[in-house]
């Protein structure tokens, strides 16, 4: 059996139909990529459980309505994000993530060699993320590659509330550590010596 290819699965007319009606996207359009093949992966005849995933995207070179395309996510973190980067329209030297329903951010990007079914639910809905990375202070940005407003008020209040807690973390100022955590203390020492020199010479 080899491993690490990501295929994107069509599905059944009963299948879409099901997958339709349990859309929570005011557009319920499917897009489905282009099979690959299945060798690559793994037999479908298999008793492997088939790791499917939806993912919601849009590609904003064709349209900015919400698209779903369903994964294997049996391959490794690294096969799966570049092939959702084809699939979205990103550039391969772009970041992009994951998060879920409960806006729980899925870090794919620190698990590259493992394989993106320890970290995916099979059979659940995940949403692409554009990660933006200041080059100066390494601070990450995280901006929907989906069209929120598209989705339904409830889901649409928790990952807008979990990408402000994201971004606003991501924000925070680092509390200085290693070296110059050692030279703030230094400073604060040598300011508090100056300033009993300076009462001890009043006093006298």
Do not use: W
Not at 63 to 92: A, D, P, T
Not at 118 to 126: E, H, I, P
Not at 172 to 193: A, E
């Amino acid at each position: 059996m080899a491993s690490g290819a990501v295929v994107s699965s069509s599905i059944s007319s009963t299948a879409a139909r099901r997958l339709h009606n349990q859309s929570q996207l005011s557009n319920h359009s499917i897009s489905i990529g282009e099979s690959l093949n299945f060798t690559d992966s793994f037999s479908l005849s298999s008793s492997t459980i088939n790791p499917l995933i939806t993912i919601t995207y849009f590609n904003i070179s064709l349209s900015q309505e919400n698209q779903q395309l369903i994964l294997n996510s049996y391959s490794s973190c690294r096969r799966l994000i570049e092939h959702m980067k084809q699939i979205v329209g990103i550039q391969q030297d772009e970041t992009i993530d994951l998060i879920d329903n409960e806006g729980k951010l899925k870090e794919l990007g620190t698990h590259f060699d493992d394989y993106a079914s320890q970290f995916l639910t099979a059979r659940s809905t995940y949403y692409v993320l554009k990660v933006e990375v200041d080059s100066t202070t390494g601070e990450k940005r995280y901006i929907p590659n989906f069209n929120i407003d598209q989705l339904d008020q409830k889901l649409n209040t928790i990952l807008t509330n979990a990408l402000n807690t994201l971004n606003r973390s991501a924000s925070k100022p680092k509390r200085p550590t290693g070296t110059l955590r050692q030279n703030v203390v230094s400073q604060s020492l040598f300011n508090t010596t100056q300033s009993k020199t300076k009462r001890t010479s009043n006093k006298k």
